[in-house]
C-alpha cells in the first residue's frame, strides 16, 4: 500500500512563498499522475494543481501564474511552489495518488496565510 506524506505547510504573509512536498514510501510518481487538492474550512476540497506521468502539468485557475508543480527525478517526491499566496489561498494542502480503483491521500499539510 502505498503512503503519502505531505510537509511544508505553515504561517506565510500575503504575498510570500511556500514550497510544499508530497513524498511516497516507492518510487511510483513517474508512472501515474499526482494531484494537489485543498480544502478551506466549510468549503469542498477542489484540485490546484495535478502533474502527469509523462510531467504534463494542470492548474486551477485560481493558482495559475502562481504555484508551480513538479516531481524529482527519483520519482518519490513531487513539490508544489506557491508564490504571491494570497489570503484565499489558506487550506490544507492533501497530496493524491490514483491507481485504478484505489485513490491514496496524505494526512495533509495546512497552509495558513496572514494580511
Known amino acids: 500500500q502505498v503512503q503519502l506524506v505531505e510537509s511544508g505547510g505553515g504561517l506565510v504573509q500575503a504575498g510570500g512563498s511556500l514550497r510544499l512536498a508530497c513524498a511516497a514510501s516507492?518510487?511510483?510518481?513517474?508512472?501515474?499522475?499526482v494531484t494537489w487538492y485543498r480544502q478551506a474550512p466549510g468549503n469542498q476540497r477542489e484540485l490546484v494543481a495535478a502533474i502527469t506521468n509523462s510531467g504534463t502539468t494542470n492548474y486551477a485557475d485560481s493558482v495559475k501564474g502562481r504555484f508551480t508543480i513538479s516531481k524529482d527525478n527519483a520519482k518519490t517526491t513531487v513539490r508544489l511552489q506557491m508564490d504571491n499566496l494570497k489570503l484565499e489561498d489558506a487550506a490544507v494542502y492533501y497530496c493524491?495518488?490514483?491507481?485504478?480503483?484505489?485513490?491514496?491521500w496524505g494526512q495533509g499539510t495546512r497552509v495558513t496565510v496572514s494580511s
Open positions: 493524491n495518488l490514483r491507481i485504478g480503483v484505489h485513490n491514496y
Open positions: 516507492e518510487s511510483i510518481f513517474g508512472l501515474y499522475t
